[in-house]
């Protein structure tokens, strides 16, 4: 098999199953926060690891809130199963880098790994994360080619794959919608409430020996499972957060 067709097997398979990168990164955390000395940091570098691993996470979530807020109904890169798209957004963060989401999810994601105070597991993840969504960038764009044609390759000729160029931003062709972001993006933020949870509780397992949350983030978790379920119920049972031409 050609290499180009392989590269896309793999992006389109990867693509069905990236909703379980999370648990690949969970599984991959618990030998290096054994292995991680925790002792050797002052309370100072601490600190600076866990506001470094807020703030990215929370940029990642501000990506992705404001790419799913501006996207009109029939874009790709919400899709499950199959790569799927009825029009090709060229406006907004599109206008600015061609995979917005993916970056939102390095983000929100390398901050949870931040987080395990361990720098070789923070290059470990990008480097994973780079080869893993590469091939899926790739079977997206090969998708998008074909069905888009000429449409496609103006658009994405000079623009970056994951750098945005924010020098070419031009307004999105719908407004921002929050309540879109409430409806799509609450499993997201639970997720990464969970994954700061799970290497807070590990660590301090492996430190001392025991299970043990503390307050903050056990009020955190609360707060976040409690959203979470409050939006999914509003989103399944009632009218509240449905909009006119978004996905």
């Known amino acids: 098999m050609a290499l180009v067709n392989e590269f896309e097997k793999q992006g389109n398979f990867l693509f069905r199953y990236r909703g379980q990168f999370p648990v690949l990164l969970f599984l991959l955390a618990v030998p290096f926060l054994y292995w991680t000395d ?19 996470s929370i940029l990642g979530f501000c990506i992705r809130a404001f790419t799913v807020g501006t996207t009109p109904k029939g874009t790709s890169g919400r899709n499950t199963k199959e790569q799927k798209a009825f029009v090709l957004n060229t406006k907004g963060i599109y206008s600015t880098v061609r995979h917005p989401l993916y ?4 983000f929100m994601w390398i901050g949870i790994v931040v987080f395990t105070y361990n720098p070789y597991f923070i290059v470990i993840v990008s480097l994973f994360y780079w080869i893993y969504y590469e091939r899926i960038m790739y079977a997206e764009e090969r998708f998008l080619e074909r069905k888009f044609r000429e449409e496609y390759v103006t658009w994405a ?6 750098l945005p160029n924010l020098k070419l931003y031009k307004p999105s062709i719908i407004p921002f919608s929050f309540k879109t972001v409430l409806r799509r993006e609450y499993s997201g933020v639970l997720a990464s409430v969970v994954g700061f949870v799970f290497v807070e509780v590990l660590r301090g397992y492996f430190s001392v020996g025991e299970w043990f949350i503390s307050n903050g983030f056990l009020f955190g978790l609360v707060a976040a499972v409690f959203l979470a379920l409050l939006l999914r119920t509003l989103k399944h049972h009632t009218g509240l957060l449905a909009e006119e031409g978004r996905s």
């Open 38 to 56: 925790v002792t050797s940091l002052s309370d100072y570098s601490k600190e600076i690891y866990f506001y470094s691993a807020v703030i990215l």
């Open 157 to 162: 000729n000079g623009l970056p794959a994951f």
């Open 103 to 106: 970056l939102g999810n390095y």
